[in-house]
């Protein structure tokens, strides 16, 4: 089964910044998530949703 969640450490290797900024990220995309009403975990950041962003910022960026 595919994990759920990216580690903080696991942001940080992926956008190539630290894992303090990682957890920034992570904050963020969760409050972005709460508001639309769904279940976060704290330090941990959705595959889907943090994927949706990174990989669309990519694309723009292309």
């Not at 992926?14 to 975990?41: C, T």
Request: aromatic residues 12%.
């Amino acid at each position: 089964m595919e994990k759920l969640y990216y580690t903080a450490k696991e942001v940080a290797e992926m956008l190539d910044v630290s894992v303090s900024h990682a957890y920034k990220v992570i904050r963020e995309a969760n409050k972005e998530l709460s508001s639309k009403g769904f279940y976060v975990r704290a330090g941990r950041g959705s595959r889907k949703y943090l994927d949706s962003k990174v990989y669309d910022l990519c694309d723009k960026t292309a």
